[in-house]
């Protein structure tokens, strides 16, 4: 729900319900939210992962845009549905901003593990929260990345359990 610039009412002037939803309402909602752009949940195949340095994985499915009004950090927060192939092997995530800085690092190379993850076999939730540094006012992009290390591979199970990907304006960060 996007923010709806107040309308000044005039002396004598009816208030419709159109008017007091929209101004008072939805404004107290978009309020009340916390500036939360979007919320995503993608369900279809489940998408299988080898590579072993940070790549995209489905760009497709796994990104996700925000506009800025001004200045602000963003806060990243998405569950993963995971499955690693074998035993004693790390599935690592990370999310590119704007195609050129990792989250986790704030640069543009992410950190040497960014998130990891080694459990085999059951399909588990890996939570992914990070928040960013101040980004430009414009349109970004959070994309996620990801790496394997050792033999086989992981897996995002998107069949079974959807992805979800938010992001919320969380303003100007004090340092």
Do not use: C
């Not at 080694?118 to 992914?128: E, H």
């Amino acid at each position: 729900m996007a923010w709806n610039s107040p309308v000044e009412a005039l002396p004598g002037g009816v208030i419709s319900a159109d008017f007091w939803n929209q101004q008072i309402r939805d404004n107290l909602v978009y309020l009340k939210s916390g500036n939360m752009t979007m919320i995503q949940g993608k369900t279809g195949a489940a998408v299988t992962f080898t590579s072993v340095s940070f790549a995209a994985i489905d760009d497709d499915i796994f990104s996700l845009g925000i506009e800025l009004d001004e200045p602000s950090a963003v806060q990243f927060m998405a569950t993963l549905p995971v499955q690693v192939s074998t035993a004693n092997n790390f599935a690592y995530f990370d999310v590119l901003v704007d195609g050129a800085t990792y989250l986790s690092s704030g640069t543009s190379t992410p950190e040497v593990g960014g998130i990891s993850y080694n459990r085999i076999a059951t399909i588990t939730s890996v939570l992914i929260n990070w928040v960013s540094n101040i980004l430009p006012a414009g349109v970004h992009t959070f994309a996620l990345r990801g790496k394997f290390s050792g033999t086989g591979n992981f897996s995002l199970a998107t069949d079974v359990a959807p992805f979800q990907m938010r992001l919320k304006d969380v303003g100007q960060v004090l340092t």
